[in-house]
C-alpha cells in the first residue's frame, strides 16, 4: 500500500485539502480511497457471485465447472426445504443463539461492570482469564463437555443432551468471556460521573446497572450479542454432538447435508449454495440492522 | 444512539422470548415421551439422495412398530462416517443415547471393542426370527466370532463397478473386466479424444482403502494377520502401485480425478465420457440415470483377480467387495433392550426388507427378501458382489488402518498430480502406515 | 523517522482504551487516582455477588471440564477403556511422550505459522478497509456490509464453497488456464497450507477491519483539524497521526484473530477432508482425527494440552505486558 501511495503526486490534493469543514477529516486522496475499495468489494463479492450463481445453477452444472448458468433456475432453492430440512435447524438456531445473544450480553455487562469499577483480589487474573479462555480448543473440551452434560442426566435426573437449553448453556459459557471483554473495554471508557449522581441518590448498584449503565451501553452490548450469536451459529463441533434431529441447528443441518454424499450420489452443489445462503441470510440481515451500533460499541468511550 | 436502538434492541429481545416461549412448548413434548408408552431412540445414516422416501419410510416403521407394541420410534440420523463414530463415543463414554443404532460394517469392530453392546446369544437370535433369516455372507462382520456376535445384518451396499455399454461396444470390448489387469487394459483402450477409460475418486476419504485391500486379499494377503499388520508387502505395494498407475503411467483417469471424492466420480461418469467407474453402489442407480449416460450403463462384479495376474494364487479370496452396509446394534445400557430386539425383528423381517429396497435402494439382508431380487437383471450383479462380499479384519484397530491406508493414498496426491510416483516413494508411506497399523494392533484388546 | 516524537505523543495522548490497556496506567490523572482512594469506603459493599452467575457458568461449562480434559491426558483412554473411563488406567506422562513422538511439533509448527502469517496479512486489508469506509460517502453503507460478509457466512460455509471453486477442475483453475496459467493443485501437497492460509485471510479480515474502524471512530475532530492546520500531507498524516490511535485496538484484534486462527477446526476440515495433508496437519486436526477416528482419547488430550500450553504462556507474557490492570481511562479527556 506504501509505495503505490508514496508514488501519488500531490499537487491537486494539496489545493483539495484546503476545502473546509468535512474535507479536513479526509483521510485518503479520492484515487486511491476508489482502487481500495472496488479492490476489496472485488476480492469479497466474487465469491459471493460464485455462490450466488451456483444457487441459482443445476448441480450438474456446477459440477461441469460453469460460473455463468447455461439455464438460471430457482430449483435448488425449493428442494432443499424437504433435502435439508433447513427449516428446523434454522428456527432452532435463531432460537439458541438469539437467546445466548442477549443472555450473553446481559450477563457480560453485569460482569464487566464488576470488573471495571471495583477493585478486589484476583480481578486481574479473572481479566487475564478472559482472554485465555480463548486459547483453549474446542477439540480437547468437546468430549469432557459431553461427559459432563450426560453425567447431569445420570445423576440428577436431568436431560441436558439433545434439548435446546443445553446447547443455550454450552453457548452462553463460550461466548461470555469474549462478551465481558467487549463490555470491560467499553465500559472503561464510560464517565463514572454518570453513575455517582444515582449512588448519591441511594440507589442500588442493580438499579443503576439496568437504568443507567445498560442504556449507555447499548452499542458495546449489540456487539457483544453479535458475537454472542455468531458463535452459536457457526459452531457445527459441538452442536453435532449435543443434538438431536428436533433440536438441530441450521450448521448442523448444513453439515449433514453437505457431508451426506457417500454411496453413489451426486454432488448437490447448487443445493448446497442455496442452503449456505438461506443459512447465511439471517446473520447477514442482523449485521445489516445493527451496524451502525457495531462499530460504535467496540469504541470504548463510545458515548462523547 | 437514542430510541432507534432501543427500539430494535427490545424488538430483538420480545422476538427472542417469544422463540423461547414456542421452543420451551415444542421442549416438553420432546421430553415427555408421551402418553405413558414407551419410547425407542434409533440411530441411522441420514439418506439425503432420498430425503422425502426416508422420511415416508421411517413413518410407516414407526406406525407399523406402534401398533405392534404400543411404543413410538424417536430417529435420529448420522451425516458421515465420521459423526457415527462420533455419536458412538459419546453414547458409550455417558451411558446415555440411542436403543438401536444402525452401524457401517467397517465400523462394527470398532464398536464392538467398545463392549457396550449386547452381544447376541441363541435367545436373542431366536427372538429375531433366526439367523437362517440373514443371507450368510451378510453375517461376516456381526462378531469376531459366531458365539460373539452384536450385529444383526440389515441392509447391503457391496461395491460394484459400472460401465457404459455404448463405449465399450464402440471399443469392440464384449464383456466388461473380470481382473484388474484387463481392466485397465480396456481403459486404453477407451482412453481416447475427451474420452477416458476409467473414473477413479483418489481423493475420497473411503474409497482408496477399498481398493487397495480388494487387491491385497486378492492376492492373499488379508492386511491383518492375526495380531500384525502386512502393509509393508509386496501384494499391497502392487496394489498402490496400479491404483496409482491408472493416472500416472497407463493415463487413463481424467487428471482431474486427484481432487474427486466419490460424488464427483459418480457425476463424471454420468455425463457419459467414461468407460468404466469402480467401486460405487446400487444406490448410484438414480445418479446415473440423471444424467447423459441414461439407458446406457450397466453394473458388473469389480475385477477378482490381483493385479499381475492372470488368475487369483491359492491363497487369494475371490472379494468382490468388502462386506458393506449396516448392522443393527442393541446398546447394552439401554433400559428397552426387549422393545429394541422386538423393532430390530420388525425392520429385518421380509416385508420390511422389500419396503427399504424399494423405497431407498437398500440391498435386503434377509435372505427371502435378496431372492425376489435376483429376477431383477440390473441388479443382478450387485446381488451377485453381496455373495462374494468379504469381511474386513474384525478388530478394533480397524479404524485405525483403514485411516492410515487413506493417509497414504492422501499423501501421495502432488505426486500423482505431477504425473510420476515411484515405488520407492510408495514403499516409504508403506511403512509409514504399517507403523501406524502395528502399533494400534498392539493396543487390541 | 525524524518526527518519532511527534508520534509517540500523538500517540500516548489519544484515549486508546479499546486496546487491552495499551495506554500506560502511568498517565493517569492524579486527581483521578485521588479519587479512587476516595472511594474506599464505597468499596466495603462491592457487589461482588454479581460474579456469581457467570462465574459459575464458566467454571460449570470451561473449568470442569478443562480439568478433566487434563485428568484424561494422563490416562489411557481408548475405545477399549471408554465405556468404564473412570477404571481407565492411570499412566501419567506417557500420553504426553507419544504424543512429541507422533509429529506433535511438526503440528504446532504449521499451526503457529499459519495463524501468524493469516492475522499478519489480514492487518493491512482490514486496515484499509477501515480507512476508506471513514468518511462518508454515497453508497458507504454498502461497502461496510459488504466488508462484513466473509465474516458472517458460517466457517462451513466458507469451506464448502472454497473448496468447490479450488478443486482441480472448479472454476478457479477453469479460469487460470483460460488465461494460460496451469493452476496446479490447491487442496493438496505443499500448496493446500498456502490455500489454507488465504481463505483464512479472506474469512478473518473483517475482524479486524471492525476493531480498526473502532479506532479509527474515536479520532477526535479537533485531531483532524489540526492536522490539516498543520498542512500536513494525507500520507504522513494517516501514518504519524491517525494510525497511532488504531494500533490499540488492532493489537488486541491480532492476538483474539491469532488464537481463533490457530483453533479454527471447522475450515481445514472441511477444506481437506481427514486425513488431512501433511502440509495443513493443524493442531485441531491433529487432535481431532487422533480423539475422533483413531479413538485414543487420551493422547489426543495430552497434545491438545500440550498446544494450550504452547499457546498460553506467550499469551500470559504479553497480557502481563499490557496491564489489564489500567482501571479506568473514563474520567480523562
Sequence with gaps: ?304 | MGSRTLRAVVALAGATALTVALGACGGDDDGGGSGGGKTLNVLIGANTQYPQEQQDWQKSVSDKFKAQTGADVKWETFASANDELTKIQTSVVSGTGPDVYAIGTTLTPTAYSTRAFVTLGDEEWQKLGGKDKFVPSSLGISGPDAENQIGVPWVGRPFVMVYNTEMLKAAGIAKPATTWDELTQHAKQLTKGDQYGLAVAYKDNFDPWKFIWGMSVQAGNPIVDGKTARIADPAVSKAYQTYFGWLTKDKVVDPAAVGWTNSQAVAAFAKGKTGYFALTSALAAKSLDAGAVKGKWAFTLLPTVPPGATTRPANGVEAASILSGDNLLVADYSKNQDLAFQFVKLITDQEAQLDIYAKLGQLPANAAAAQTLLSDPRLGPVVEAQKKSVATPFTGAWADIQLALTNAVVQSIPDLSSGSISDAQIDSRLAAAQKTAQSSLDRAK | MTDDRTTTRTAGDAPVATAAGRDPAGREPPADRAGRRRRGVTERQRPLWLLIPGGTLMTLVIGIPLLLAFYISLIDLDQYTLRRWLEAPFIGLDNFAEAFESGLLHSVWISVSFSVIATVATVPLGVAAAVVTQNAYRGRGWVRAVFLIPYVLPSFVVASVWRTMLQPDGIVNATLTRAGVDGGLWLSGPRSYWTLILVEIWAAWPFIYLMALAGLQSVDSEVHEASAIDGADWWPKLRRVILPYVRGPVLLACLLATLNHINNFTLPYVLFGAPAPDDVNVMPMLVYVTSFQSLRFGLSAAMAVVSLVLIAIPLFVYLRAVRLDVHEEGGRK
Excluded at chain 1, 255 to 281: D, H, K, N, R
Design chain 1, 1 to 304: 500500500m506504501s509505495t503505490s501511495a508514496i508514488a501519488t503526486p500531490g499537487g491537486s490534493r494539496r489545493s483539495r485539502r484546503r476545502t473546509p469543514a468535512g474535507e479536513a477529516h479526509r483521510l485518503l486522496p479520492g484515487p486511491l480511497l476508489a482502487i481500495i475499495t472496488v479492490g476489496l468489494c472485488v476480492l469479497v463479492l466474487v465469491p459471493i457471485l460464485y455462490i450466488v450463481l451456483a444457487s441459482l445453477n443445476t448441480d450438474v452444472g456446477v459440477a461441469e465447472g460453469e460460473f455463468w448458468p447455461s439455464s438460471f433456475s430457482g430449483e435448488s432453492y425449493t428442494k432443499i426445504w424437504t433435502t435439508a430440512g433447513l427449516s428446523t435447524g434454522i428456527l432452532n438456531s435463531l432460537l439458541v443463539c438469539g437467546l445466548v445473544a442477549v443472555a450473553s450480553a446481559l450477563l457480560g455487562t453485569v460482569t464487566a461492570y464488576v470488573l471495571v469499577r471495583y477493585t478486589f483480589v484476583g480481578r486481574v487474573t479473572i481479566l487475564r482469564g478472559l482472554v485465555g479462555l480463548q486459547s483453549i480448543p474446542g477439540t480437547l473440551m468437546l468430549l469432557p463437555v459431553f461427559v459432563l452434560f450426560s453425567s447431569a442426566g445420570t445423576y440428577f435426573g436431568v436431560t441436558v443432551i439433545g434439548t435446546r437449553w443445553g446447547l443455550f448453556v454450552a453457548y452462553l459459557t463460550f461466548a461470555l468471556p469474549f462478551s465481558t471483554w467487549v463490555m470491560v473495554t467499553y465500559l472503561r471508557g464510560l464517565p463514572r460521573e454518570l453513575e455517582e449522581a444515582g449512588r448519591v441518590d441511594g440507589a442500588s448498584t442493580l438499579t443503576i446497572l439496568f437504568r443507567i449503565i445498560v442504556p449507555l451501553s447499548l452499542p458495546a452490548i449489540v456487539v457483544s450479542g453479535i458475537f454472542a450469536f455468531l458463535l452459536g451459529w457457526n459452531d457445527v463441533l459441538f452442536a453435532s454432538v449435543l443434538t438431536r434431529p428436533e433440536t438441530q441447528t441450521a450448521a448442523v443441518a448444513l453439515q449433514i447435508f453437505g457431508t451426506t454424499q457417500e454411496g453413489g450420489a451426486l454432488p448437490v452443489y447448487s443445493q448446497m449454495m442455496a442452503a449456505a445462503l438461506v443459512c447465511a441470510a439471517p446473520v447477514v440481515l442482523l449485521y445489516l440492522l445493527f451496524q451502525r451500533y457495531l462499530v460504535g460499541g467496540l469504541t470504548a468511550g463510545g458515548v462523547k
